[in-house]
């Protein structure tokens, strides 16, 4: 059974950078239901192998692909968030490691920037490290399940569908964006870049 991460922090918070009501309804409904559709889709995989019947397994696994990356990128998200203000800085391996693939650390909060403000519709922006092409990458997730590299591990996820911003921020994304790092806990980023 898969289970919503237990927050370190209450709903309140986050506040005024990330609005209570806005996040109960992210977290307990959405959140929720992407994770309750997942352990449906898993109890029905199960099923289907036990009874050595695959002629749903197309859309299975579409529903499979659409709720486990909503439910992992959801997961990540709300890791990565923390009450402010939040002083940590990135560590100086990772920093490092930024200039490398970069050019240069500024070239990186630009490119994060422009990735979360030019997304297509509904989406994500993640920071992460590709194994195999042994390289830093921004990417833009949309529609959950498009546009994940196989051997990527995520150390900064960013929700920029609208369901995330809209009920305090309405269709002011730059707002969301300059608000939401007050609230990103890089001691996060940090020990999943460790882990690596």
């Known amino acids: 059974m898969y289970e919503m991460i237990k927050l370190n922090y209450n709903y309140k ?3 005024p950078y990330y609005d209570s009501n806005m996040f109960n309804y992210h977290y307990n409904v959405l959140y929720k239901g992407y994770t309750d559709n997942l352990n449906k889709i898993m109890s029905d995989f199960n099923s289907d192998r036990k009874n050595d019947d695959f002629s749903n397994i197309q859309s299975l696994s579409k529903k499979l692909s659409f709720n486990a990356n909503a439910y992992i990128l959801h997961s990540l998200f709300f890791e990565n968030l923390i009450p402010m203000p ?30 979360l403000l030019n997304i297509e519709g509904p989406g994500w922006v993640v920071f992460g490290y590709d194994k195999y092409l042994d390289k830093l990458l921004i990417i833009q997730v949309e529609k959950h399940q498009d546009l994940i590299l196989i051997d990527f591990v995520p150390l900064l996820v960013i929700d920029v569908w609208e369901h995330s911003y809209y009920l305090q921020y309405k269709t002011d994304k730059t707002e969301y964006i300059r608000n939401l790092f007050y609230i990103l806990d890089f001691n996060v980023v940090n020990n999943r870049y460790n882990s690596i």
């Open 86 to 115: 939040n002083k940590t800085l990135l560590n100086s391996k990772l920093v490092n490691h930024i200039k490398k693939d970069f050019g240069s650390y500024d070239a990186f909060i630009n490119e994060l920037n422009k990735s």
């Open 13 to 15: 918070d986050l506040e």
